[in-house]
């Protein structure tokens, strides 16, 4: 399976983006996602992640309450909808399949896209 993920830009803190994780080569739709993010200098971090239809969503603490994962199936694609960004949201954004129970886990994730880079101005 491939995965795209696209979407990312510049936006001045307190404003709003959307990012989508297109996949190719096989459904996900018995799949957990997750998107997990890296900031230059530090280790990459999970964010949100959707267990297969019906299933739940996770977020990390940090975004909780701002950020909004989604999947739409019938498009094998997966959304991260992040409103009220904050300067220290700034990293490249990676969304990946989950295989294992981990869902929270970089671990627990088989194939990843290639990355998009988000950047939040103060």
């Known amino acids: 399976v491939q995965l795209q993920a696209s979407g990312g830009g510049l936006v001045q803190a307190g404003g709003s983006l959307r990012l989508s994780c297109a996949a190719s080569?096989?459904?996900?739709?018995?799949?957990?996602m997750g998107w997990f993010r890296q900031a230059p200098g530090n280790e990459r971090e999970f964010v949100a992640a959707?267990?297969?239809?019906?299933?739940?969503?996770y977020y990390a603490d940090s975004v909780k309450g701002r950020f909004t994962i989604s999947r739409d199936d019938a498009k094998n694609t997966v959304y991260l909808q992040m409103n009220r960004l904050k300067p220290e949201d700034t990293a490249v954004y990676y969304c990946?399949?989950?295989?294992?129970?981990?869902?929270?886990?970089?671990?627990?994730?088989?194939?990843w896209g290639q990355g998009t880079q988000v950047t939040v101005s103060s």
């Open positions: 990946a399949r989950n295989w294992a129970s981990r869902i929270t886990d970089a671990g627990g994730y088989d194939y």
């Open positions: 959707i267990k297969r239809s019906g299933g739940g969503t």
């Open positions: 080569g096989r459904s996900i739709s018995s799949y957990g």
